[in-house]
Structures are given as C-alpha cells and as structure tokens.
C-alpha cells in the first residue's frame, strides 16, 4: 500500500535529500506501537541471528499473488538487506539514509540523513553510482533499542567511514565514531560486509572497491556500542603486501556460540607459494578481541589469488562442527571447525558445484546447505563418515543470497523477481516482481508476519502466516 496522498511521498524525498545530520519524522495517519518484539517476529541482523544461519521458522505460508504493501521511494539504492524491529522496518540507503517504515502499512515513520555521501568521482575506482554511503546492512541492539550503521561520508572534501548508531524509536543520532584504520587511505576502502554484534562490540569488515584499484589492506574491526578506538585484524598486513578483502558477497561476520568471529577472505597480492602467506583467500576463525585463532585457505591460494577466485560466501557454521564455504572458484570447501589445518587442510571438496561466482551469505538447514551461486541456488547434503559434499538440487532462477522460510528457499534475481523455491526439489513454487535491484546480492528477510525484499529503492512487503 502506497502512502494516500503523492505530496507526503515528494516532501519526505525532498526533506531528505538536503545534507547534513538532518531528522525526518514523517506525518502518518496512523501510529506504531512500541511494544518489545518477540524473536520470531524481529530481524535485526544479516540472515536473522549472529550466527547467520538466515532461517526462519515462525512462519506457516506465505502469499505472494498480491504485495501487502510498498514503501514510497527512498532517498539512495538499497545495498543491504531490510531489519525489522518492534513493528517497523529498517532500512538504509547509498545516499546515507536510514528510514524506519511501519511494518503495518509502510509509511515511513522515520528517517535520518547521517552525512553527505561521497559522489564515486571521488573514488578511484567501484561499481557504486553515483554515491558511495551506506553499504553494508545496518545491526540493531534491541536491548539497547540503536540501530548502527557504518557511513561513508564526504567530510572536507574526503571521504571518511563513520560507525553511527541512532535510536530505534526516534532516529536520534546516539554515537558517531570514525572508524578508519591509521594509516589507511579511506577512499580506497569500502564497508560491504554487514554489520553484526560480539559481547557489547560492533563488528564488521571492509575491503576494497570494485576493481581492486589503489592501495588497501582487509581489516576486520570492532568497535564498542558506546564508542571507542577500533581494534582491527589486518589481512596482507606485511611489508609490501596488500589486498585481501573481507567482503563475503555482503555477509555479516558470523558470531558462534563461543563469541568468536568467522569471516571469509578474498584474493591478496601475493600470487607465489615461494612467498609468506598473507591470510587471503581465506576462512579465519577470530577471538571476540580479534586475534587469529586459526584458518584455512586453500592448497591453491596463489593461483587463487592471481585469478581472483577468492572465497566470497560467509563461512556456513553447522551444529555439527562442520564448516561449508565456496567463491569465485568452482570449488565448495568442507572444514572441521575445530581443525581448521591452514593450508589444504580441508575435510572434502567438490568442484563444478556452481558455473558463476558463490557470493554472500548461506542458509543452514540441519545438514543442508543452501548456496547463493549467481547461477541459481544450490542445495548441498553435508554427511561426516565419511566427510562428504553432495548436490541434491540447483536451481536456474534467483541468485541472490538465500533465506529459508515456510518451508522455501527465497531469493532475489538480477531480473527483479523474488523466488521462492521448494526446499527440498529446488522448484518454483512461489515468484513475485519487486523490481530491479542495485546489486548482484539482494537479501530477502523475514518479520512481523511478512517476508520483505528490496528493490534499488523501495522496499517491498508480502504476507505471511505466523505458525509452525
């Protein structure tokens, strides 16, 4: 459902559209309750829970055939995946916007311009047009009711990363830290990852810009939800070395049981064995204080490099021990948590899974493993004796980082059509147009009774029923 009166939809896009650290409260007819959201109707983090696991079970069904409603054009392109929280929505924009919509009938209840976004002439290279702002999907603390975003803003001419957190209620701005790396050059690095929670930290990661242009190091960071100096692990951190972006297709850093963090990394500058390894190519399991506890990468990680078949996919954790994660490569990787080994240390791997790059973030079913190939979604059956990969279906729709939900797996196209497939045939049970997204990773969620997906600048709403 479209906002009743069009002049309410262009005073919102104009009032937004002017710079600055400016508030926005819209005037909708009808208010939204506050009341403490339950977990099986919240969606505060990239694939619904730290661990990013992007599964949902408090839903019975779900009816695409006609939209539960649409929310008025936003200011910027939509790159991260909706939250939704205490009956709104939340989402956030390439032009530094973040928008509170009511899940009830998507008005916008709030929105915030936290910075002048940075235009991409002045970036060295990217694929971003024509601002770089807000990236990576938001995280909210909803024992703090924060939202916190990292923006990239254009401050004196330059561009700079800041950690922002604004009120879940209100928008009202409750912490602002730059967090770029001493000594990095802020212009050469892009906050793509979502962002995620550790122990009272905020946790995300950054990498380079489309094209792999002027000089950058991956760093992981962490950064206290009151505010504090970032602490970072640096991947290519030795002299002469560089690249290695953690950016996983838009995942957040996953967060185990324990508190440690997983991440994925991408191809470093370092293309010969007879070389240091630089922790590129990678899967590293982190301490919540961001100290390498252990990695693999694979036997092949120079020529990995040289070709930039990194891996791209979130590390899949499974409940037992057994750790899934894929790429540019053709080549799925099975780990053993507890073991990761270094180099070529794998459980089991298996080529020719998917003919297109695996990016973002993974579904976890029991033992089953929903890849995000571009190519079309593919389900995988993980078994421990012996340790072992096997396809049970691919599909040819869809491409996106995948959702689990009433039974389907859901992803976004490049073609603007959300899918819902049969979990365990792989067929399409369900479709719906949203519109064409902005980015090669658009994320369905899930909450207060609606499965949500995002257009380049709109946010698109179908019901669903809540049950077992």
């Known amino acids: 459902m479209r906002w009743s009166d069009s002049r309410r939809v262009l005073m919102s896009a104009l009032v937004g559209s002017m710079i600055g650290s400016t508030l926005v409260v819209s005037i909708a007819i009808s208010s939204v309750g506050q009341a403490s959201a339950s977990s099986a109707s919240s969606w505060t983090v990239y694939h619904g829970d730290v661990a990013g696991t992007g599964v949902s079970t408090s839903l019975r069904s779900v009816d695409t055939s006609k939209r539960a409603w649409t929310s008025p054009m936003l200011n910027g ?30 008005r916008i209840v709030w929105s915030r311009h936290v910075g002048s976004a940075v235009p991409s002439s002045k970036l060295p290279c990217g694929d971003i047009s024509p601002s770089v702002g807000i990236t990576g999907t938001p995280v909210i603390d909803p024992s703090r009711n924060e939202i916190f975003v990292v923006a990239d803003e254009l401050v004196n001419g330059s561009p700079e990363h800041e950690l922002v957190g604004l009120s879940t209620t209100s928008g009202a701005q409750e912490i602002k830290q730059g967090v770029d790396p001493r000594g990095a050059d802020p212009a050469a690095l892009l906050q793509r990852t979502g962002l995620s929670l550790d122990a009272g930290h905020v946790v995300f990661a950054m990498g380079g810009n489309y094209g792999d242009c002027a000089s950058y190091r991956g760093r992981v960071a962490s950064v206290k939800e009151t505010g504090s100096t970032p602490t970072f692990f640096t991947v290519d951190a030795n002299a002469g070395d560089s690249q290695g972006a953690v950016w996983m297709g838009g995942a957040a850093p996953v967060v185990d049981a324990k508190g440690n963090i997983w991440v994925s990394v991408g191809n470093g500058s370092v293309h010969s064995s007879g070389q240091a390894y630089d922790d590129s190519d990678s899967v590293l399991e982190l301490s919540a204080s961001l100290q390498l506890k252990q990695y693999f990468a694979p036997a092949a990680w120079p020529q990995d490099n040289a070709s930039d078949h990194d891996i791209s996919t979130a590390p899949a954790l499974l ?3 057994q750790v899934v994660v894929a790429g540019k490569s053709p080549t799925v990787y099975l780990l053993n948590a507890a073991h990761l080994g270094g180099i070529g240390k794998e459980e089991a791997s298996l080529t020719g899974v998917c003919g297109n790059d695996t990016d973002g973030g993974s579904a ?21 004796s012996p340790p072992a990969l096997k396809v049970l279906w691919q599909s040819s729709v869809g491409g996106g980082p995948v959702i689990v939900a009433a039974g389907m797996v859901w992803t976004i196209g490049q073609n603007g059509v959300l899918y819902g497939l049969d979990a365990t045939t792989g067929h399409v049970r369900q479709q719906a147009t949203i519109g064409t997204p902005a980015n090669h990773f658009p994320t369905p969620s899930v909450g207060d009774g609606l499965v949500l997906a995002a257009s380049a600048n709109r946010v698109v709403a179908f019901h669903a029923s809540v049950g077992p």
């Open 77 to 106: 392109q939509i790159f991260g995946e909706p939250l939704v929280f205490s009956g709104r929505v939340y989402v956030a924009t390439e032009n530094d916007m973040v928008y509170a919509i009511s899940s009830a009938n998507g």
């Open 364 to 384: 976890v079913v029991g033992t089953t493993v929903y890849l995000p190939c571009l190519d079309g979604p593919v389900a995988l059956r993980v078994t421990t």
């Open 319 to 321: 409940s037992n021990g």
